[in-house]
């Protein structure tokens, strides 16, 4: 049992969506304090920035986009969290299911690209650039 976060009722019912269970019954685990709530919390933190960053395709016709930098403190806001904190998170997974993303405007690369200019996208790469 992991007691370092407390969810909220927001957070149970996206939980219960995510993990596909019964929602009285994720409540009901929670008030006996027999959850993981920092996994859980994580799923969440997650979901919430493939959400930002178009990585869902039923999200694919949303046309906002945001950088990476803008994401992270959104999100780390939120769940009361470090930014650095957030970022991990998010490398962790992006690595760990083989979806890129860029660090600083958040879209979708390709691996070696990735490994190649660092985590940024060629745009970003480019206007790092001293020319």
């Known amino acids: 049992c992991n007691l370092k976060f407390l969810l909220t009722d927001e957070m149970i019912q996206r939980a219960a969506a995510i993990f596909d ?6 409540r009901k685990l929670h008030d006996m304090a027999l959850l993981n709530t920092e996994y859980i919390r994580n799923a969440i ?22 950088t990476f930098s803008e994401i992270k403190k959104a999100i780390a806001k939120k769940y009361h969290l470090s930014v650095a904190y957030v970022a991990r998170q998010v490398v962790n997974t ?23 200019t660092g985590g940024v996208c060629s745009d970003c790469y480019i206007a790092k650039m001293n020319v």
């Open 21 to 26: 269970l019964d929602e009285a019954t994720l």
């Open 94 to 116: 992006t690595r760990n299911e083989n979806i890129f993303y860029c660090k600083e405007c958040g879209t979708i690369m390709k691996e070696a690209e990735w490994k190649r």
């Open 45 to 66: 933190l997650i979901r919430d920035y493939e959400k930002l960053t178009k990585g869902l395709i039923y999200l694919a016709k949303d046309d906002q986009t945001y």
